[in-house]
């Protein structure tokens, strides 16, 4: 008998056994890492907190943060031995994506599998699109937003997407989760992008080595771009850039307000980008009154996160089966 059917046979959530059951089908996943993951989603807004510094436990919770530091640097260190040595970012990231390209990944409607999207999500770790019932949704407060003391509002703007996280964060946060149509998650990004708040695309190698989020995140609140401030690479590029056609742009500096990630400034009444800070998120194209900025494909970037195309690629190369 295993661990997990043993702890069927006890009083457990039945949506932690089916967390257990799908970690169970994954070759070398181990028991540190179940604990992990049991711990970030049974605790989130604990754990997010002592990780961004905003709880007030964060002092007692030292020795976890240590023990994590250990396991996961979060600047591995060059000449020390170290720098071959899995980052903080490598177990847990996530992806910037344009609205049009969040809007898809909640209205999928099937069940996928992609493995191994390196060339989209450039980390050695948690890399793959596995969906079960895509369309059981919950719309969670935000525990970055939620630990603030004056956050961006609303706060219930995370996405959990597909089982087993859906059913395991509503029943162990009843009171700070709801379900939602997928017509609903659509609602929510539309609402968020005319705020002027980044979709983030979010996977962890403690969430089955996988994506499972999106959240929707503003400079402000998010800790994940506060880590990336901080030089922690927990986010990437969407794999667009932004352009400015100069002969539209008034200098007006409208975008430079929307912009998340400082990558845009005005300069000889024309609106610049900095390629390096720029994310292609998509924020500031809606927000230019005179149509001035787009988004391009980056050469340099990692490949775009469109879900379409990713299945076409998939099918294309999967094994047809033998009769």
Known sequence: MTFTELLEKLPV?????AYLREA????????????????????????IGVGTGQHPLTKLARPLVWLMDKLYPLHPEEGTGMSGRFSWADSYHGKAVPLDDAVKLVQVGRDIEIRDLEHVIPYNKARDIVLRNPDHIIALDCPCRELRENPCTPIDVCLIVGEPFASFIAE?????????????????????????????????????????AICNCCSCCCGAMQAQRNGVQMLCSSGFLAAVDTAAC????????????????????TAHVDAEKCMGCG????????????????????????????????SRHSTPPVH
């Open 250 to 269: 008034v200098g007006c500096g409208l975008c430079t307000d929307y912009c998340q990630f400082s990558a845009l400034s005005v300069a000889d009444k």
């Open 24 to 47: 169970d089908t994954i070759p070398g996943y181990t028991w540190l890492e179940k604990l992990h993951g049991y711990i970030y989603g049974r605790w989130c807004y604990f754990y």
């Open 13 to 17: 959530r039945r949506s932690t056994i």
């Open 172 to 212: 162990h946060h009843p009171s700070k989760s709801r379900w939602i149509t997928p017509d609903e998650a659509v609602d929510i990004l539309r609402a968020e992008d005319e705020r002027g708040h980044v979709h983030h695309v979010f996977f962890k190698e403690a969430m089955l080595e996988r994506y499972y």
């Open 283 to 314: 924020v500031c194209i809606s927000k230019c009154p005179k149509d001035a900025l787009s988004l391009h494909k980056a050469q340099d970037k990692p490949e775009p996160l469109k879900i379409e195309q990713l299945l076409h690629d998939a």
